[in-house]
């Protein structure tokens, strides 16, 4: 079994950072990737599935983004502690949702949540003035 609790969420100002992280723990030794999902308010009501949008790869730390969030956001990890993060920078009002982070323990696409096996239970994310 693996458990994730993600934390370091808030309310920020448009053009602000926050720094999630993702502390994971049980048996974590043998997955394929750990990824970051985000879903926006009133999306689950709708049935819209939590958008990937940031993973990596744990044989080898390769990491994908999103196009709506590369070049802003950065994952990355301190496997000593057994932590991923993702600092988010200049946000925007459409960032806000809440982040949860995912693992996959086989090989597959990391940014399709169908294929993620454990998750969080999310941090929420807020950006406004």
């Known amino acids: 079994q693996v458990q994730l609790v993600e934390s370091g969420g808030g309310l920020v100002q448009p053009g602000g950072s926050l720094n999630l992280s993702c502390a994971a723990s049980?048996?974590?030794?043998?997955?394929?990737?750990i990824a970051w999902f985000r879903q926006a308010p009133g999306e689950e009501r709708e049935g819209i599935e939590r958008?990937?949008?940031?993973?990596?790869?744990?044989?080898?730390?390769?990491?994908i983004y999103a196009y709506s969030v590369e070049g802003r956001f950065t994952i990355s990890r301190d496997r000593a502690k057994n932590t991923v993060y993702l600092q988010m920078n200049n946000l925007k009002p459409e960032d806000t949702a809440v982040y949860y982070c995912?693992?996959?323990?086989?090989?597959?696409?990391?940014?399709?949540?169908?294929?993620?096996?454990?998750w969080g239970k999310g941090t929420q994310v807020t950006v406004s003035s």
């Open positions: 049980g048996s974590t030794l043998d997955y394929y990737s």
């Open positions: 995912a693992i996959g323990v086989v090989r597959a696409n990391c940014a399709n949540a169908g294929n993620m096996h454990y």
């Open positions: 958008e990937g949008i940031s993973c990596l790869i744990n044989s080898d730390d390769t990491t």
